[in-house]
């Protein structure tokens, strides 16, 4: 194929959004296209290279071989070029942390002590984003996450243990003889709905509550503890602080219920972002290894 008949970067780019989104109506959406226009980019990128390389498929359409060929190695070539982008961007700029952090950690642990975190490292800019379970550290953004491991681990992530989960009940100090009396009023959170039938299973000697409060979120179970309003199943790490003061107690102490929270990130880290990602993640063992201590 002579220069001259090289195909067009438009044409190219046109087959490379059909290829990969399956549909002549998706591409033009994704470029902002008509559908007759990538239509007619992808016939001219066959007329280029004499080959075919979308045959119709009932109502739909279907990728030669040559056509995936061609698909696989443009992918490939774009991999490459966003790859040299991402280089070029992390050189020229330091990019921001994003931890995201499952929403009760970061109402109840989290945020209490970020700013000790800035005061040490007062040249990182940290943005932190509530969110919960799997995420796509792509598409949302996010350099670090802290969650609670009780989903599967995608083979792509690394995971760092940070500290086990335990789960107690905890009241006002004023509802302690209530709830050993048994006539106390349980507060349960919609996100953990079995909670209180795994510690009462664990715990077979002690009275069921006469009834239940359900709420949306921990951070609302434990606030709602901490005013007198019933007798909250929480995990230690978000009454932590509570205890310590003395506006929470725990009379029966916590139990471990078998699952973690950890630190997930992507196995390639944005080289930008890397000594700010070393210095949040040592901070949060630290403070992990805090919360542990009596």
């Given at each position: ?18 290829a990969?989104?399956?549909?002549m109506?998706a ?9 007759g226009?990538v239509?007619?980019r ?19 359409l ?13 992918n ?11 280089t070029?961007?992390d050189?020229g700029?330091?990019?921001p942390?994003?931890?995201?952090c ?6 109840r ?20 984003s509530?969110g919960?379970?799997?995420?796509d550290?792509?598409?949302?953004q996010?350099?670090?996450?802290l ?7 995608h083979?792509?992530?690394?995971v ?23 006539d106390y ?14 510690w009462?299973a ?6 069921a ?28 790490i978000?009454?932590l602080?509570?205890l ?8 029966l ?8 929270y ?14 700010a ?5 040592l901070w ?7 919360a542990?201590?009596?």
């Amino acid at each position: 194929m002579t220069a001259a008949r090289r195909p067009s970067l438009n044409d190219l780019r046109a087959f490379e959004a059909v290829a990969r989104l399956g549909s002549m109506r998706a591409a033009a959406d994704e470029l902002s296209l008509t559908h007759g226009a990538v239509s007619r980019r992808v016939a001219k990128l066959s007329d280029d290279l004499g080959l075919v390389l979308v045959e119709p498929a009932g109502r739909g359409l279907r990728i030669t071989a040559a056509g995936q060929l061609l698909a696989s190695s443009m992918n490939r070539a774009l991999a490459l070029v966003n790859g040299a982008i991402d280089t070029l961007q992390d050189r020229g700029a330091k990019r921001p942390v994003v931890l995201s952090c499952e929403r009760s950690v970061a109402m109840r642990w989290l945020i209490p002590r970020l700013s000790a975190f800035q005061d040490r490292h007062p040249d990182i800019e940290l943005h932190l984003s509530v969110g919960g379970g799997p995420l796509d550290f792509s598409r949302d953004q996010v350099t670090l996450a802290l969650r609670r491991l009780d989903f599967p681990v995608h083979p792509d992530w690394t995971v760092t243990p940070l500290m086990p989960e335990s789960m107690g009940p905890v009241m006002a100090p004023a509802l302690l003889p209530v709830f050993l009396s048994g006539d106390y009023v349980a507060l349960a959170s919609r996100t953990r709905p079995q909670g209180w039938d795994d510690w009462l299973a664990q715990a077979p000697a002690h009275p069921a509550p006469r009834s239940t409060r359900w709420l949306d979120h921990h951070f609302l179970m434990v606030e709602s503890a901490a005013a007198g309003l019933g007798v909250a199943l929480s995990p230690r790490i978000l009454a932590l602080d509570d205890l310590r003061t003395g506006r929470l107690v725990a009379p029966l102490g916590f139990t471990p219920d078998g699952s973690a929270y950890g630190l997930i990130e992507p196995r390639s880290t944005p080289a930008g972002a890397a000594p700010a990602l070393a210095a949040l993640k040592l901070w949060l063992a630290q403070a992990a290894q805090e919360a542990g201590e009596p």
